[in-house]
């Protein structure tokens, strides 16, 4: 496994950490490795609306067959995608 050091917490920050791991019943270690995993496995939260855009274009340009909704036509798109 490897070791990582983190320099210049304020001593708020660490209050925080030592509060909270103390809350759960474990140490200050074992609560920022709870906390990384965390961040780490959530999904990405969007630092722009232009990703979101993109893919609106996408389904506003896609072709269409007569007679499907919209819904039919994101349902297409998306099974291609994943």
Same mark, same amino acid.
């Given at each position: 496994? *490897?070791?990582? $050091?983190?320099?210049?917490?304020?001593?708020?920050?660490? +209050? #925080?950490?030592? *509060?909270? #791991?103390?809350? $759960?019943?474990?140490?200050?270690?074992?609560?920022?490795? $709870?906390?990384?995993? +965390? *961040?780490? +496995? #959530?999904?990405?939260?969007?630092? &722009?609306?232009?990703?979101?855009? #993109?893919?609106?274009? $996408?389904?506003?340009? *896609?072709? &269409?067959?007569?007679?499907?909704? +919209?819904?039919?036509?994101?349902?297409?798109?998306?099974?291609?995608?994943?």
């Amino acid at each position: 496994m *490897a070791d990582i $050091h983190i320099r210049k917490i304020d001593e708020q920050m660490y +209050s #925080a950490l030592s *509060a909270r #791991a103390k809350r $759960h019943g474990v140490s200050v270690e074992e609560e920022v490795r $709870h906390i990384l995993r +965390s *961040a780490v +496995s #959530a999904p990405e939260k969007l630092d &722009t609306p232009y990703p979101v855009l #993109a893919w609106d274009d $996408h389904l506003a340009t *896609a072709v &269409t067959a007569p007679g499907r909704s +919209s819904g039919e036509t994101v349902y297409a798109d998306r099974n291609g995608r994943w």
